[in-house]
């Protein structure tokens, strides 16, 4: 099988479905630890742990400024092996000022072996997104009454990811979109493109240098490092007893420090801090707080087996 084709094919697909797509509006929620969870901006990640997780995510930015942006976001996700396929259920709250956002969406990924450790998946998912803008308050009603004013539309995205010696993903968010009304933003369509590696230093040392690309109404890149420590006998990429790691996001100029710690093969946590370096600096002193947790209830692959997609792929040919 040619990876390079396939990686073509998707790649062609995500094209055609970006130019159906209207640019304009608002962007996306920002997640400094996104790392730890693709599957809430990539539906093509659904099920890329390769077992049954929950994660969740709580956001707060530019502590003590009115109207600061917040988030709350979560995922559950799980693979099947009999059918190399990965479902997911992602829901995000994001509210900034007086402008409320909820997006609750399916997602499903097929897995393509492309190697006994590596496989191509392609994603999709579809949902609903949810506005809401409080009048009155802020100066913003055009009627000159208090209350609310709200819409919902349909909700679609599209995904590649591909995992093996490397990780590289890409996705087209927010495909559908609506005139807004009542002056309310609309999402634009936002692509998002990432890539990493992992590589040891030492026996229980492991350094992963990532960076990605966000498109929407600006261009903002993201470049950094984490770094992970105690490994267990298994050496499983999710059992590392420690790690932290450093961050810088440009457009805004921010820089973020990452930690965690699994607490149990199962169980872990995470906390960033993020830094405004530019004009935001003088109203986000308090800076951006972020808390992240996960939880897996099962475990199909450790890095030293093969791939579950593989196995099931292999398993099922004749040769």
Known sequence: MNMVYLLRRALSAAAVA?????????????????????????????????????????????????????????????YIEEIRSGFGLTFAADRIGSVSSYNLRLAYAFYIPTGEKSALSLGMSGGLLFRNRRLGDTGDDPAGVYGNVSENSPDFDFGIEYRGPFKIGASVRHIVSQPPKYNLP????????????????????????????LSSELYRIEAGVLMYFLKNEKK?????????????????????????????????????FDYALGDLSAIAKGGTHELFMSFHMNRIFYKDESCPAYKSYAGKRRF
């Open 18 to 78: 970006a130019s159906f797509a209207t640019a304009c509006g608002q962007s996306d929620f920002d997640l400094t630890q996104r790392w730890f969870n693709e599957t809430l901006y990539n539906p093509a990640a659904a099920g890329n742990s390769f077992s049954t997780g929950i994660f969740l995510h709580t956001r707060q930015q530019w502590l003590g400024f009115s109207g600061a942006p917040s988030t709350h976001a979560g995922t559950f996700d799980t």
């Open 186 to 213: 609309k999402h634009s369509v936002n692509i998002w493109a990432y890539a990493s590696a992992r590589f040891n230093l030492a026996e229980s040392v492991s350094i992963e240098p990532v960076a990605s690309l």
């Open 236 to 272: 499983d990429v999710y059992n590392d007893r420690f790690w932290a790691g450093a961050l810088f996001r440009t457009g805004e100029g921010v820089f973020a420090l990452l930690a965690g710690i699994n607490i149990t093969p199962k169980l872990r946590i995470g906390y960033s």
